[in-house]
């Protein structure tokens, strides 16, 4: 059983920058990619970014690139989301997640998840 907790979130001003992080324990971090996901009321949870053990990693939705990095420190079983250039659509709480399938974009690869830490970007 893995359990994933994040932290870093909070209240931003637009434009601003944020850094989220999932500590992962209970089970061996390199077995998992790290995967990013958010939430906004109302809407379906969304992919952010995705990390493997070794580096590789894919990108979120159009709407993050170019002002998302995702990171893991796997010495510390740490994964990382600096979020750069924050617009009030940013706002919602974001999710770290682990998936043994490698790196997804698909929420229902993953079998285990944090509980959130809420983003507000403020206009």
């Known amino acids: 059983q893995v359990h994933l907790v994040e932290s870093g979130g909070g209240l931003v001003q637009a434009g601003g920058s944020l850094r989220l992080s999932c500590a992962a324990s209970?089970?061996?971090?390199?077995?998992?990619?790290m995967g990013w996901f958010r939430q906004a009321a109302g809407n379906e949870r969304e992919f952010v970014g995705c990390?493997?053990?070794?580096?590789?990693?894919?990108d979120g939705v159009d709407s993050v690139k170019g002002r998302c990095t995702i990171s893991r420190d796997n010495t510390k079983n740490t994964v990382y989301l600096q979020m750069n250039k924050l617009k009030p659509e940013d706002t919602g709480v974001y999710y770290c997640?682990?998936?043994?399938?490698?790196?997804?974009?698909?929420?229902?690869?993953?079998?285990?998840w944090g509980q959130g830490t809420q983003v507000t970007v403020s206009s």
């Open positions: 209970g089970g061996i971090f390199s077995n998992y990619a």
């Open positions: 997640a682990a998936s043994t399938f490698g790196i997804s974009t698909i929420p229902k690869t993953y079998a285990y």
């Open positions: 990390m493997s053990w070794s580096g590789g990693s894919v």
